[in-house]
């Protein structure tokens, strides 16, 4: 890349870097000043030293709330991710009957957050909801999704699932970007299709898969906070009751601003060290990323 072009690119990036900085980094900083003063927005803030991060973690509400945000991270994101790449994998070949199949798996992923959440909110009805309808019409009563514990946070993972678009649009680019001889290389030697899969195509997209795991880990601590807001509200009896929703509570419902500064940051100390245990366990596996699949 010539000089030129460097300085091109760095112009095309500069807004970007602009809106990064005044948009997610001064507030992040900000509010972990906030976490370290009594603040309701209302009176001056006082210094509180650590009492604020004491009173977050000795909350029963924050300790539940960590844990719901992890069941709704640990199991749903690897079977998204995994299930983008068999999309991906089944729909690689060309074709107008393919590409429409494309189109509507990516479709999820352009609908507004919450009128996909509304969306749902109607599929999961327990009376009259097309899941349940449909359920009934093959002899099978239907749970009530939304409405007892138990189901409530096994329904917010089956809506997840379905938001696989931009995962299977990576995946698809990654392989579409092998070469075809290396297969057909395994198959000369004697390879099957399930060991070409295991053992040449698997370990290559690896890194990607690997990628979109590490992304999806992050965004979903986030994504979590419109659908239980627009669905449960946190309920049945705080069985969707997430770190999202504790955040916002204490900030905007009881004006505890410095609390509320000390849990997001716990939240991201929770995103780093998923994010650390992954990267510990693809080295072990032999797995890692080079630079230009960070920078995708």
Same mark, same amino acid.
């Not at 395994?186 to 990628?211: K, M």
């Given at each position: 890349?010539t000089p030129q072009e460097q300085r091109q690119l760095r112009g095309m990036l500069l807004p970007y870097q602009v809106g990064? @900085?005044? !948009?997610? *980094?001064? &507030?992040?900083? =900000?509010?972990?000043?906030? %976490? /370290?003063?009594?603040?309701?927005? #209302? +009176?001056?803030?006082?210094?509180?030293?650590?009492?604020?991060?004491?009173?977050?973690?000795?909350?029963?509400?924050?300790?539940?709330?960590?844990?719901?945000? @992890?069941? !709704?991270? *640990?199991? &749903?994101?690897? =079977?998204?991710?995994?299930? %983008? /790449?068999?999309?991906?994998?089944? #729909? +690689?070949?060309?074709?107008?009957?393919?590409?429409l199949h494309r189109a509507a798996i990516f479709l999820p992923n352009l609908i507004p957050s919450t009128a996909y959440a509304l969306a749902w909110l109607w599929i999961f009805n327990p009376l009259y909801g097309p899941l349940n309808l449909l359920l009934?019409?093959?002899?099978?009563?239907?749970?009530?999704?939304?409405?007892?514990?138990?189901?409530?946070?096994?329904?917010?993972?089956?809506?997840?699932?379905?938001?696989?678009?931009?995962?299977?649009?990576?995946?698809?680019?990654?392989?579409?970007?092998?070469?075809?001889?290396?297969?057909?290389?395994?198959?000369?030697?004697?390879?099957?299709?399930?060991?070409?899969?295991?053992?040449?195509?698997?370990?290559?997209?690896?890194?990607?898969?690997?990628?979109?795991?590490?992304?999806?880990?992050?965004?979903?601590?986030?994504?979590?906070?419109?659908?239980?807001?627009?669905?449960?509200?946190?309920?049945?009896?705080?069985?969707?009751?997430?770190?999202?929703?504790?955040?916002?509570?204490?900030?905007?419902?009881?004006?505890?601003?410095?609390?509320?500064?000390?849990?997001?940051?716990?939240?991201?100390?929770?995103?780093?060290?998923?994010?650390?245990?992954?990267?510990?366990?693809?080295?072990?596996?032999?797995?890692?990323?080079?630079?230009?699949?960070?920078?995708?």
């Amino acid at each position: 890349m010539t000089p030129q072009e460097q300085r091109q690119l760095r112009g095309m990036l500069l807004p970007y870097q602009v809106g990064l @900085l005044i !948009l997610v *980094l001064l &507030p992040a900083l =900000l509010s972990f000043a906030v %976490a /370290f003063f009594f603040y309701d927005g #209302l +009176r001056p803030p006082f210094w509180s030293g650590t009492v604020n991060f004491l009173l977050v973690y000795t909350d029963e509400l924050f300790d539940l709330s960590v844990l719901n945000s @992890l069941a !709704l991270i *640990l199991i &749903p994101v690897p =079977l998204r991710v995994g299930g %983008a /790449f068999l999309l991906a994998l089944l #729909l +690689r070949r060309g074709g107008s009957f393919l590409n429409l199949h494309r189109a509507a798996i990516f479709l999820p992923n352009l609908i507004p957050s919450t009128a996909y959440a509304l969306a749902w909110l109607w599929i999961f009805n327990p009376l009259y909801g097309p899941l349940n309808l449909l359920l009934r019409a093959i002899g099978i009563d239907g749970p009530a999704w939304l409405v007892e514990p138990v189901w409530a946070k096994p329904s917010l993972a089956l809506m997840s699932l379905w938001l696989v678009g931009e995962g299977f649009l990576v995946s698809l680019a990654a392989l579409h970007e092998l070469p075809s001889q290396i297969e057909e290389a395994a198959q000369i030697d004697g390879a099957s299709r399930w060991q070409s899969f295991q053992h040449v195509l698997l370990p290559i997209v690896a890194p990607i898969l690997l990628l979109l795991l590490l992304r999806d880990v992050v965004i979903t601590f986030q994504e979590t906070f419109i659908n239980v807001m627009v669905m449960t509200q946190g309920g049945p009896y705080y069985a969707t009751y997430t770190l999202p929703l504790f955040i916002y509570e204490q900030s905007f419902d009881l004006l505890a601003f410095g609390s509320a500064g000390a849990a997001l940051w716990i939240m991201y100390l929770l995103t780093g060290l998923m994010v650390f245990a992954m990267l510990r366990i693809a080295k072990v596996w032999g797995v890692g990323l080079t630079e230009e699949e960070l920078l995708l």
